[in-house]
């Protein structure tokens, strides 16, 4: 079936360090993509979105790149901020999937000064 | 954006009691409502899809005579963990669509 594979976390790194973390996928067709951001004692929230090939999803300074020939959407900013301490989670929507997100298992981030 | 709360945020009760979560949408309508469950550095595990007026669809493994939901209205939806025991244990997470998912803050319950 359709998954998402995240790297594990906690990632630790220091304010106005690059960020990466990476998200592969497994699924059929052309699913849409999705990264979405849980801060402390909050609620999910989208981050950003690719619904095809090649398409790029940016906000707050975070950006992902839809690659459908390595099946990934690696989240990434150039300089975090203390800010950004959350856990985030890739996910996707099955090509004609409707509705259901199917979710990796989360990366803790920590940004330190 | 759209608001999705939940009530409460955190419960904790004895093992053989039942609880019951709520999941409202404060400014739009939701036929559609989905249940997650989330265990400590695990993803999100949909646990069934609430539609108003009928009734829900459940994942494969969630047993639905002990995960009863009712989506009573248009901006309701309401979980209710049965006879609950220490395995039940979990955050629990409602969204509901409007041109877009949006995730309510979770009830994290607590069976003793």
């Known amino acids: 079936g359709d998954s998402v594979t995240q790297m594990e976390g906690p990632v630790t790194l220091s304010e106005e360090a690059f960020l990466t973390i990476n998200c592969t996928y497994t699924?059929?067709?052309?699913?849409?993509l999705f990264w979405y951001v849980q801060y402390p004692g909050e609620g999910l929230q989208l981050l950003l979105k690719?619904?095809?090939?090649?398409d790029k999803g940016s906000n707050k300074g975070f950006e992902a790149t839809y690659r459908k020939e390595t099946t990934s959407f690696h989240l990434e900013k150039g300089s975090v901020q203390v800010s950004d301490s959350a856990v985030y989670f890739c996910a996707l929507i099955p090509t004609g999937g409707g509705n259901k997100l199917t979710f990796g298992t989360g990366t803790q981030l920590k940004v330190e000064l | 954006g759209a608001v999705v709360s939940q009530h409460p945020s955190r419960v904790i009760c004895k093992s053989g009691t039942s609880v019951k979560i709520e999941c409202r949408s404060l400014?739009?309508?939701?036929?559609?409502m989905f249940w997650y469950r989330q265990f400590p550095k695990q993803s999100l595990m949909l646990m069934a899809t609430s539609n108003e007026g009928s009734k829900a669809t459940y994942e494969q493994g969630v047993e639905k005579d002990k995960f009863l939901i009712n989506h009573a209205s248009l901006t309701l939806s309401t979980l209710t963990v049965t006879s609950a025991h220490p395995e039940d244990s979990s955050f629990y997470i409602c969204s509901a669509r409007e041109r877009g998912t949006f995730f309510g803050p979770g009830t994290r319950l607590t069976v003793l």
């Open positions: 690719a619904t095809k090939a090649d």
């Open positions: 400014d739009f309508q939701a036929t559609t």
């Open positions: 699924a059929t067709g052309y699913p849409s």
